[in-house]
């Protein structure tokens, strides 16, 4: 008995389909929990109107609203695979009504889902944009009168500027020509080459809507980075992000053990000689296993400040483990800077938990309210205004601390700088950190003398209580014999993250 081909087809897409959500749950859930993370969506009119003006809107709008739910891999990996098995389906679906090339060609319906699922895999908006592109299509081979058909090609344009980037606008019209060559013959496709100018005039007519928006994001690229799914950049960007997880986490134990972040600081990889550094510092440990890393240099303790995706990200943390949330505000608050809204999920959240943490309530109002009017944020909101009303009240009870430092942060050398924050937090935990930071930058610079002014501030190291081995050790090594615990080595400081 022969198979029919629509279910053959259909039992390939599904057979792929559970390969594929199966195989980025599992290898790459980090990847997908940052897609909710970077994007935002919200129930305001502010909102949609902004989506409005910067095309393809629809689009936009619609994948925003779907990655909102991206926060648990499984569902994740559950939304995207679907996008592509329904991207499959309706490529097939056209493919068998324009009825060319025999019964072959309807297998390239594959070939789209297969491209964005390989090139462009953590990226909603793409195969919503090409569900959209086949939808136009089916509607027009669907219409029977050829001047109908010919009439909504050119009132498909400015439809398709709301739901499309310019290259699958170029898609959809040759997917109207060969449907019409294909119907007609060769007398009839050409009708559509007038549909042509009208791309050039809608949007001299719309560009005056999204001025702001740079002239090829309006009119030609996708708005995606395209990078194989199985290549090293998407290997190392998973690994970061799992880096990052973990440490939002305070899971630091797991960081430097399971995910092999210290075996890979050994190995000579900066971004995770940073990660187990903080990690180090975290739990207390960063003077007792300094040694342990290949660190030639005190800039190797955080990232230069440069508004990237991994350094925002990386700094948030390192200041936030000192207690200096007006920095990690800071430094997320560009994070979010750099999301295509201008801000995002895990931006807002982050900017809420620190101005509680700081005691700005109306601050962390304003952000909550923000998030209120997303549609999977109620428990959050929920548990960080309970969270706020019990640090009102510890706070009521506590000194008010009116200053936190003389200058902005990074205004000084890392050493220096360390120093004068640990006048104003007076927390103990807090001052033998960033005391330990100071100590090590002088060990890493040699600088026996500033070593020994700074080691007996705050009373954290005395005569009376034994110091970690480096302290010790360095004290009591020759004044010629350099401290430095390692050679240069190769500092990773993107790997495709942005």
């Known amino acids: 008995m022969t198979i029919p081909q629509s279910y053959l087809y259909i039992s390939v897409v599904a057979v792929a389909a559970v390969f594929f959500g199966t195989y980025t749950a599992i290898t790459f859930p980090h990847s997908y929990m940052d897609m909710e993370g970077n994007s935002l969506w919200l129930l305001t009119w502010d909102y949609w109107g902004t989506q409005l003006t910067m095309p393809p809107a629809a689009s936009q709008w619609l994948s925003s609203f779907l990655c909102q739910f991206y926060a648990t891999p499984v569902v994740a990996a559950s939304i995207q695979t679907l996008l592509y098995v329904c991207v499959s389906l309706m490529a097939y679906a056209w493919l068998r009504r324009i009825r060319i090339g025999g019964k072959w060609l309807t297998w390239l319906g594959l070939l789209p889902s297969l491209t964005m699922g390989l090139f462009c895999t953590f990226d909603a908006c793409v195969p919503v944009q090409t569900i959209f592109l086949f939808l136009l299509l089916l509607f027009y081979c669907a219409l029977p009168v050829r001047r109908v058909r010919l009439a909504m090609a050119f009132v498909s344009l400015p439809v398709a500027y709301m739901l499309m980037s310019m290259p699958m606008i170029y898609a959809m019209l040759a ?6 060559w294909a119907v007609y013959g060769m007398r009839s496709w050409w009708r559509l080459l007038f549909a042509f100018p009208v791309l050039y005039v809608i949007p001299m007519v719309y560009s005056a809507q999204v001025a702001f928006v740079p002239f090829e994001k309006r009119y030609w690229t996708f708005g995606s980075y395209f990078k194989p799914l199985t290549s090293r950049v998407m290997r190392d960007s998973e690994r970061f992000r799992s880096y990052d997880h973990l440490a939002e986490r305070g899971e630091w134990n797991e960081l430097l053990g399971r995910a092999g972040v210290r075996r890979a600081a050994q190995s000579g990889d900066g971004v995770a000689l940073r990660y187990a550094l903080l990690a180090e510092s975290a739990l207390g440990t960063l003077p007792d296993n300094l040694q342990n890393y290949p660190i030639a240099s005190e800039s190797q303790f955080l990232f230069q400040h440069r508004r990237e995706y991994l350094t925002t990200l990386f700094n948030c943390l390192f200041y936030r483990n000192l207690g200096i949330y007006d920095e990690a505000y800071h430094q997320i608050q560009e994070f979010g800077l750099l999301q295509q809204n201008g801000t995002c999920f895990h931006s807002l959240r982050k900017m809420a938990e620190y101005s509680i943490a700081e005691g700005e309530w109306q601050v962390a109002e304003k952000y909550l ?53 640990a006048k104003y937090y007076t927390d103990p935990g807090q001052r033998k950190k960033m005391l330990d930071y100071v100590l090590c930058c002088y060990y890493l610079r040699n600088d026996r003398r500033r070593f020994g002014i700074a080691l007996p501030l705050f009373g954290i190291y005395n005569a009376n209580s034994s110091l970690p081995n480096l302290y010790g050790q360095f004290l009591q090594s020759p004044p010629g014999q350099q401290g430095v615990a390692g050679a240069d080595i190769h500092i990773v400081d993107k790997h495709g993250l942005d």
Do not use: C, W
């Open 369 to 421: 309210d923000i998030l209120g009017k997303s549609a999977s944020h109620s428990l959050y909101v929920q548990q960080q205004r309970d969270a706020m009303s019990k640090a009102i009240v510890e706070r009521s009870t506590k000194p008010q601390v009116p200053l936190r430092s003389n200058t902005f942060v990074g205004g000084y050398e890392l050493p220096v700088e360390m120093l004068h924050l």
């Open 175 to 180: 997917g109207m020509m060969l449907s019409e």
